[in-house]
């Protein structure tokens, strides 16, 4: 990524024709595997361009919300596309050198969608608190160019921070080995390869997870304490089931995104390499197939648009014959 390099004056940089992937290596049968990430990937650009389609189609999905499931289905998308072809290219098809220009753009866009996926439930935690808090205040308080505002503020924040993340990367020396010990070109095995400073960048390594998935984590947590809140002042119980039902699509995806990845930070430095390992790409591979899966199945606006969408359909088709 020519565009972030940093140019500093009478220093010289040790930077390598190429890096290796070696993620995956010496595991037996691990072609089973690679053909499971392959099938979850297909789901994945499936079930995503389905919902984002049935939101585009649908006048009736046009609220702040769908805006905010909208943008989680395309970042979804641009998550598995940007992560899992060219993991399949790598360990299916025995391409484990990778150049050092490509290496630092397939980290960019590696990175910063699984940013924005924990960013995208900020915004529909916010949606839904809002929601259940003040219902009827909602649309006034919830508008769609705040979700948008929302939505374009985060877009800056995780672009810029992967931008400094691997700007920083970019003044390391690789005098060593160029072997990194992961299934993509991952900030931590990289940075540990370059034989200068790595302070600025085992401290931003340090201060990612807790932007990335400490604050969002807690705000979301925030949320539904006070969603709980609301709802114990609610009169009925049938009252107070239902309006929880509107939050357990919401709820399950914090859990499918949050739960794996912090198993992974809390004991990846205890277990071995190769769990390791398989245990991020399948946290990494897995919410981007199960998030619209959930959505359709947990959300009744969208799944009547999908019965309306199918009748349409086979009434279009019955008309042809």
């Given at each position: 990524m020519?565009?972030?390099?940093?140019a500093v004056e009478n220093v010289t940089?040790?930077?390598?024709?190429?890096?290796?992937?070696?993620?995956?290596?010496?595991?037996?049968?691990?072609?089973?595997?690679?053909?499971?990430?392959?099938?979850?990937?297909?789901?994945?650009?499936?079930?995503?361009?389905?919902?984002?389609?049935?939101?585009?189609?649908?006048?009736?999905?046009?609220?702040?919300?769908?805006?905010?499931?909208?943008?989680?289905?395309?970042?979804?998308?641009?998550?598995?596309?940007?992560?899992?072809?060219?993991?399949?290219?790598?360990?299916?098809?025995?391409h484990y050198y990778i150049s050092y220009n490509d290496?630092?753009?397939?980290?960019?866009?590696?990175?910063?969608?699984?940013?924005?996926q924990a960013l995208n439930l900020v915004v529909l935690s916010f949606d839904r608190v809002m929601a259940i808090m003040y219902p009827l205040h909602y649309q006034m308080r919830v508008s769609h160019k705040l979700?948008?505002?929302?939505?374009a503020f985060f877009w800056l924040f995780a672009i810029t921070l992967?931008?400094?993340?691997?700007?920083?990367?970019?003044r390391l020396s690789f005098c060593k080995s160029v072997v990194i010990e992961s299934y993509f070109c991952d900030h931590g095995p990289m940075?540990?390869?370059?034989?200068?400073?790595?302070?600025?960048?085992?401290?931003?390594?340090?201060?990612?997870?807790?932007?990335?998935?400490g604050f969002p984590l807690a705000f979301i947590v925030g949320s539904?304490?006070?969603?709980?809140?609301?709802?114990?002042?609610?009169?009925?119980?049938?009252?107070?089931?239902?309006?929880?039902?509107?939050?357990?699509?919401?709820?399950?995806?914090?859990?499918?995104?949050?739960l794996p990845i912090t198993f992974v930070y809390i004991f990846g430095n205890v277990i071995h390499p190769n769990a390791r390992i398989i245990s991020l790409s399948i946290t990494t591979a897995l919410p981007p197939m199960l998030n619209p899966i959930i959505y359709v199945l947990q959300t009744q606006e969208i799944k009547e648009s999908l019965k309306l969408l199918q009748t349409r359909v086979q009434f279009r088709i019955a008309a042809k014959y």
């Open positions: 020519a565009f972030i390099n940093l940089f040790v930077r390598p024709a190429y890096f290796i992937i070696s993620g995956f290596i010496g595991i037996p049968n691990i072609r089973y595997y690679f053909v499971f990430l392959c099938f979850i990937y297909i789901l994945a650009v499936v079930g995503n361009t389905l919902v984002m389609t049935v939101i585009t189609l649908d006048h009736t999905l046009r609220s702040p919300k769908y805006v905010a499931v909208f943008n989680l289905a395309f970042t979804d998308l641009l998550s598995s596309s940007a992560l899992m072809p060219k993991v399949l290219d790598i360990f299916l098809l025995s290496c630092m753009t397939f980290m960019f866009f590696s990175f910063i969608f699984y940013v924005m979700i948008l505002s929302l939505i992967i931008l400094i993340k691997v700007g920083l990367l970019t940075y540990r390869l370059g034989c200068n400073d790595v302070t600025p960048n085992r401290a931003i390594a340090g201060l990612a997870p807790v932007l990335i998935l539904y304490c006070c969603i709980g809140y609301s709802l114990s002042k609610i009169s009925t119980y049938r009252e107070r089931v239902k309006a929880f039902k509107t939050c357990t699509g919401h709820l399950s995806l914090v859990a499918i995104y949050f």
